[in-house]
């Protein structure tokens, strides 16, 4: 479904096997080297979500290969599986339209295979977590984003460009699902105002929680 210009969800785009590996590698980053953590913000509030790193390691509001916020150990890389699900992940919803035309269309391709993503953010939420409205406006890079739910549903918030408030569109997300934002929405207020605990689907491989992790393009080098 397209929701908003260049912002498609694919859902249960993940089968339950994958789901599974995904959630079984996450447990493995979330020890290290660079621990799941939440993150501090710089005027000293804590998010509720907690955060591990792939490939760079993103802290308010740059992105570093050294965690210097948290324990000063370099992130972990990026597994090239992962940048391979990325690719089918803008394929599949290129099928769908999040080409569209738009301007990210020429540097990712209809297939997906000029889409090299960089770094992974894997959030871990809670039955209490949530993320307020926010941009991701710290990637030098216009290529779209490929976000991949696991465990409990939630509530994901897609606003606009201009304002952090309305117009919005609220969406549910659940495990398995796909969703890709480029070209007009790449830049976009986006949050996950709730979480519903108790809701994965069993076979996940996450008992309680939700997984989300997203592919993305720092356009940074060295
Ligand atoms: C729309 N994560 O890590 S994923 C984040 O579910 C973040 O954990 C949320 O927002 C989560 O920054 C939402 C979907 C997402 C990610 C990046 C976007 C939507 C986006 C960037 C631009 C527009
Ligand atoms: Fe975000």
Request: net charge positive.
């Amino acid at each position: 479904a397209v929701i908003a210009p260049g912002a498609v969800h694919v859902p249960g785009w993940l089968s339950v096997e994958r789901q599974r590996e995904l959630v079984e590698a996450c447990r493995g980053w979330a020890r290290g080297p660079v621990p799941l953590r939440r993150t501090v913000l710089p005027g000293g509030g804590v998010m509720s979500v907690r955060t591990v790193c792939l490939g760079w390691h993103w802290q308010p509001y740059r992105y570093s290969r050294t965690a210097d916020d948290v324990n000063g150990a370099r992130v972990a890389d990026l597994p090239d599986w992962l940048v391979e699900w990325g690719r089918s992940a803008l394929a599949a919803a290129h099928g769908i339209g999040a080409g569209g035309g738009g301007p990210s269309e020429a540097a990712t391709g209809a297939g997906g295979a000029g889409y090299t993503p960089d770094t992974a953010l894997i959030n871990f939420y809670d039955g209490a977590a949530r993320m307020g409205m926010h941009q991701d406006k710290e990637e030098r890079s216009g290529a779209p984003v490929v976000s991949l739910s696991i465990g409990d549903r939630c509530v994901f918030r897609l606003g606009n460009s201009e304002t952090r408030g309305r117009p919005y569109t609220d969406v549910e997300l659940a495990s398995g699902d796909l969703f890709v934002f480029g070209g007009p929405s790449r830049f976009a207020y986006h949050g996950v105002p709730k979480v519903y605990p108790g809701t994965a689907d069993p076979r996940c491989g996450l008992r309680t929680g939700r997984l989300n992790i997203t592919l993305r393009e720092t356009g940074l080098s060295v």
